[in-house]
């Protein structure tokens, strides 16, 4: 979408309708290069920052995996444990 801008008519008068008209182009282009800097360096940043999080969230799901295992591991012996007990006594000879 075109942005036009009028400036006052005394500055048309004075520096020509094509020198005003060029300014004012070249003035726009400027700010139109500031914001696509500032945007990429927005984007970085945030692209940056969701990696940070995004290896911190890798870091603590490792963490808890390795105590879901341990914790697994633990409840599988005691129920093994307490199987292997039940069977004793169940085929005990009487």
Same mark, same amino acid.
């Given at each position: 979408m075109?942005? %036009?801008?009028?400036? /006052? !008519?005394?500055?048309y008068?004075?520096?020509g309708?094509e020198?005003?008209?060029?300014?004012?182009e070249? !003035?726009f +282009?400027q /700010?139109e290069v #500031? $914001?696509?800097?500032r945007?990429?360096? *927005?984007?970085?940043? *945030?692209? #940056?920052r =969701? +990696?940070? /999080?995004?290896?911190?969230?890798? !870091?603590?799901l490792a963490a808890?995996? /390795?105590? @879901?295992?341990?914790w @697994? =591991? %633990? =409840?599988w012996t &005691? &129920? @093994? $444990?307490?199987?292997?007990?039940?069977?004793?006594?169940?085929? #005990?000879?009487?």
């Amino acid at each position: 979408m075109p942005v %036009t801008a009028k400036l /006052s !008519r005394q500055f048309y008068e004075r520096f020509g309708d094509e020198l005003t008209e060029a300014k004012l182009e070249q !003035r726009f +282009a400027q /700010s139109e290069v #500031r $914001l696509e800097q500032r945007f990429a360096e *927005w984007d970085a940043k *945030w692209e #940056r920052r =969701f +990696a940070e /999080s995004d290896v911190k969230l890798e !870091r603590r799901l490792a963490a808890f995996e /390795s105590r @879901m295992v341990r914790w @697994m =591991f %633990t =409840f599988w012996t &005691t &129920t @093994m $444990l307490a199987f292997a007990g039940l069977l004793v006594a169940v085929l #005990r000879p009487k």
